[in-house]
Structures are given as structure tokens and as C-alpha cells.
């Protein structure tokens, strides 16, 4: 009879799915959350700016020509054109951003790249409450676009080395789902200025509700206070550091990623497959905001007209109950894709990385040609904007999951930020092209009475490209990270 101190022991299963990230220690932890707050926080600045672009355009043009002109149809004209443009030398900035700070983060660190980044798209964001016209504004804005470049590559890198590999995948889902955190946080603050405004509150007031949205941009500087000190770099990346250097290798090279044939080939595969995404939530989707506008000021005026409001009244109740649906608005398309970013991640796991893509664009392309064809109710908002929102997020998802799984270590920020960010540096067309469409060829004369409903509509084709580059890149579920 055996005895029992030698008797076999029953080895204990480890977690799976989500129920792997029981693995990750108190400090993984803590990366995990810095990470998180940094790419949320960065996230919010974005959607800030989606929903303040309008007022601020408006507000710094009648610095520079006055009312009257703001309101004639040349002004209006001019102020959308702006709008366009700020948006994007925003994505410029983010694009020139990513490349920097992507070599950054493999070449001096992820911890203090990070660091840098947070606080450059913070203190610009600040800044911008304080243009005085749309040039020094849009400036503001590509100095923003900057940091908020350089957080998405150096944050996936260093979680992608820190977790455990069981919860690597869901952790990085989570983190780009939780972007959505930041977002609804935008759409809160919206409401909440839109509402402030439609009870007159801002009248006469030296601060305006766009500038203290700005302002509010300030906050995630604090994050630094607690990174300092407490965040370390990866092991993973400092030991790859050191092996490179023997062998000769130059951690964050462009030209390395972009000559050897192995990832090189994932580089540009992995540009495309980000641009399709970037330019159907940049370029498409984040401007059916602005779309909406004709049904929130439908139900506004007949709200206001049930009151009986005068005009004075109006004046000032009409723009704020309009800001308080754009946030509505904007707050059911962010459900939607906290959704579909978890989804994908649990997708990626369970099909594969690729097949989960086709499935993200397929959707993304049916969901967004809906949007801008057929929404004209307010149920609208909360039944189609959602499913757009859904599908058009959880590419981005995807992209969290999959870029750090084509690139070895001394390139991972690089390559991460390379596909990421040179794929929105040519999305900077698309807000430009849409607005080209709705202008000069979807045009009243030319028997279109909302343009940008054709234009979105044309323009989602670019979702096909995602699904043509597909079969050219390499499945990585189940597989280490590249060395």
C-alpha cells in the first residue's frame, strides 16, 4: 500500500478565458491599471474634442470675423471646413505621435514614454481652451494628436511583456474596452454642459462650456504622479535590451522592421488592416454626430415649442438640449463598443484572430451603411447607432490583441505603433474626403438634402480593404509572442 506522503498529487488546471487573469499578481495588477487610466483618460480627450468641435470652431471664428459672419451661409461653410481640418491635423499629430513615440518606447523605455505622452496630450488639451483663433487651435489640436499617438503602441507593449500569456489576450481587450470608459465619461460631460447651457447658465459667462471641456482634458496629468516611482520596466524588455546590444540589434528600428522580410511583411499587412478600421471610425463613423444633428434639432424645436418658449429663451435652450442629445448620442454608440471590444476578445480566443476580424468588418460595413441610409427617429440611437458602435470598436479591440503578436520585442512599441499610426496618418483623408463629398458632390443643388448620408455610405467601403488583407497575415492564436 502506498504511502500517502508518496502518493501522486493531482495537478491543479490553470485558469482559462477569463478567468485567467486570477494569474496576474498585485503589481500586474497595477500596470494593468496605470495602462488602462492612461489609454481611458486618452480616450476621453478624443471624444471631448469630437463633441466641443462644433462650439469651439464657431466660437474662435467670431473671434477673428464676428457673428454675423459666422452665421451667414459663407461662415457656416468655412466653420465646417475647419472643422474638418482641425480634426485632421489632430489625426496627423496622432500618426507623427505613434512613429515617435513608438521608437521611444522601445529605444528609452515603456514606463517613461508613457509618462511623456500622458503629459503632453494633457497639457495641450488644456491649451486649447485658450485659442483665440482656428490656427492656433488647430495647432493645439496636432500638438494633442502627439501624445495621444504615442500612448496606444507603448501601453500595449508593456502589458503584452507584463501579463501572463493565459491573460495576455483578455487583458489587452480589456484595456482597449475600457476606452469606452473614457468615452461615456465625454458623453457625460456633454450632457451635462448641454444641459447647463439650455438653462442659460453660461450667459454672459467668461468661460464657455467647450473651453471647460477642454480644461477638463487637464486631469489625466495626475496619473503621472503615480507612475513615478512605482512603475517599472518590463524584465522582458530590459533583458532583450541588453541581448540586443551583444548581438548588435537596435532596439526600435525602423529600418530593420521595415527590410526584414518577416516583419516587414506584418508591418505594412497590419498598416492596412488599421487603416480600414481607423478610417471607418475617424473618417465615417465618429462624424454620425454630427449626422444626428437634424433629429436632435427636430425633437429639441418641438420640445421648445410645447413650452412655448419665446425666442430669447430659445436662443439659448435650443443649442443646450441639442448638446445634451449629441451626448446621448455619443454615449449609446460607446455601449456598443464596450461591448464589442469585449466580444472580440473572447471571439479572438475561441475562432482566432482573423476570423474574428472578418466577422468585426463585415459587420462594421453593414452596421455603418445602416446608420447613415436609414437613421431618422430618435429609437434610432438607441437600436442602429449601438450596432454601429459595436462593430466599428471592436476592430480596435482586435488591434489591442493582435499588433503586439506580430513583432519581436526590441520592435514591438515600434511595429505596434507603426501599423496603428502610419495607417492614420493616411486616415487624416478621410474626415478631409467626407467633407469634400458632402460639399462639392452630395451637395442640395445636386438633389442630395443631406450629403453626408451618401458620402458615409460610400465611403464605408474602405471596410472591404480589412477583409482583402486578411488572408496575407499570419494567425497567432495560441502562439508565443515573436522573438
Known amino acids: 500500500m502506498a504511502d500517502a506522503t508518496t502518493a501522486p498529487t493531482a495537478s491543479v488546471p490553470k485558469p482559462t478565458g477569463w478567468g485567467s487573469l486570477r494569474l496576474l499578481s498585485g503589481y500586474q495588477w497595477f500596470v494593468f491599471l496605470m495602462a488602462s487610466l492612461a489609454w481611458t483618460a486618452d480616450c476621453m480627450d478624443q471624444q471631448l474634442f469630437t463633441a466641443a468641435r462644433v462650439q469651439a470652431i464657431n466660437a474662435v471664428l467670431t473671434n477673428q470675423q464676428g457673428a454675423d459672419f459666422v452665421k451667414s451661409p459663407e461662415g457656416a461653410a468655412l466653420a465646417k471646413s475647419w472643422a474638418a481640418g482641425a480634426t485632421a491635423a489632430f489625426l496627423v499629430g496622432w500618426a507623427v505621435g505613434g512613429f515617435l513615440f513608438g521608437v521611444m518606447g522601445d529605444r528609452s523605455g515603456r514606463v517613461k514614454t508613457l509618462i511623456t505622452t500622458v503629459l503632453l496630450y494633457s497639457a495641450f488639451t488644456g491649451l486649447s481652451a485658450f485659442s483665440q483663433s482656428v490656427y492656433d487651435f488647430t495647432l493645439y489640436r496636432f500638438l494633442t494628436g502627439l501624445g495621444v499617438g504615442g500612448v496606444f503602441g507603448v501601453a500595449v507593449a508593456l502589458l503584452a511583456e507584463e501579463m501572463p500569456g493565459e491573460a495576455r489576450p483578455y487583458t489587452l481587450g480589456l484595456l482597449q474596452a475600457l476606452s469606452a470608459v473614457g468615452n461615456v465619461g465625454a458623453a457625460l460631460i456633454t450632457m451635462l454642459f448641454g444641459y447647463m447651457v439650455s438653462q442659460g447658465t453660461f450667459v454672459n459667462a467668461k468661460w464657455q462650456p467647450w473651453q471647460i471641456m477642454f480644461l477638463v482634458g487637464l486631469a489625466p496629468a495626475v496619473l503621472v504622479?503615480?507612475?513615478?516611482?512605482?512603475?517599472?520596466?518590463?524584465?522582458?524588455?530590459?533583458?532583450?535590451?541588453?541581448?540586443?546590444?551583444?548581438?548588435?540589434?537596435?532596439?526600435?528600428?525602423?529600418?530593420?522592421?521595415?527590410?526584414?522580410?518577416?516583419?516587414?511583411?506584418?508591418?505594412?499587412?497590419?498598416?492596412?488592416?488599421?487603416?480600414?478600421?481607423?478610417?471607418?471610425?475617424?473618417?465615417?463613423?465618429?462624424?454620425?454626430?454630427?449626422?444626428?444633428?437634424?433629429?436632435?434639432?427636430?425633437?429639441?424645436?418641438?420640445?421648445?415649442?410645447?413650452?412655448?418658449?419665446?425666442?430669447?429663451?430659445?436662443?439659448?435652450?435650443?443649442?443646450?438640449m441639442t448638446m445634451v442629445w449629441s451626448g446621448v448620442g455619443l454615449l449609446t454608440l460607446q455601449i456598443g463598443a464596450f461591448l464589442g471590444m469585449i466580444s472580440f476578445s473572447w471571439l479572438a480566443q475561441s475562432i482566432g484572430r482573423k476570423p474574428a476580424f472578418l466577422i468585426a468588418f463585415l459587420g462594421a460595413l453593414a452596421s455603418t451603411v445602416a446608420v447613415f441610409g436609414w437613421v431618422s427617429e430618435v429609437w434610432h440611437l438607441f437600436t442602429l447607432v449601438p450596432l454601429m458602435g459595436f462593430f466599428q470598436l471592436s476592430l480596435f479591440g482586435g488591434y489591442a490583441i493582435y499588433f503586439p503578436e506580430l513583432f519581436p520585442t526590441h520592435l514591438r512599441s515600434t511595429g505596434t505603433s507603426f501599423c496603428y499610426n502610419f495607417g492614420r496618418l493616411i486616415a487624416a483623408t478621410g474626415p478631409l474626403l467626407l467633407g469634400y463629398l458632402t460639399a462639392s458632390v452630395f451637395t442640395k443643388e445636386n438633389g442630395y438634402p443631406e450629403g453626408m448620408r451618401q458620402a458615409g455610405m460610400v465611403m464605408s467601403s474602405v471596410f472591404l480593404l480589412g477583409i482583402l488583407v486578411l488572408p496575407w497575415l499570419p494567425e497567432t492564436k495560441g502562439k508565443p509572442l515573436p522573438e
Open 225 to 320: 504622479l503615480l507612475m513615478r516611482g512605482r512603475l517599472k520596466e518590463p524584465a522582458k524588455w530590459l533583458e532583450r535590451v541588453r541581448a540586443g546590444q551583444a548581438l548588435g540589434l537596435r532596439p526600435g528600428s525602423f529600418g530593420e522592421l521595415l527590410t526584414d522580410k518577416r516583419w516587414a511583411k506584418n508591418a505594412w499587412l497590419g498598416l492596412l488592416l488599421a487603416f480600414a478600421g481607423v478610417v471607418g471610425l475617424w473618417g465615417i463613423g465618429f462624424f454620425s454626430v454630427d449626422l444626428n444633428q437634424s433629429i436632435f434639432r427636430k425633437v429639441v424645436g418641438e420640445q421648445a415649442q410645447q413650452l412655448g418658449l419665446d425666442e430669447a429663451t430659445k436662443a439659448y435652450f435650443v443649442p443646450g
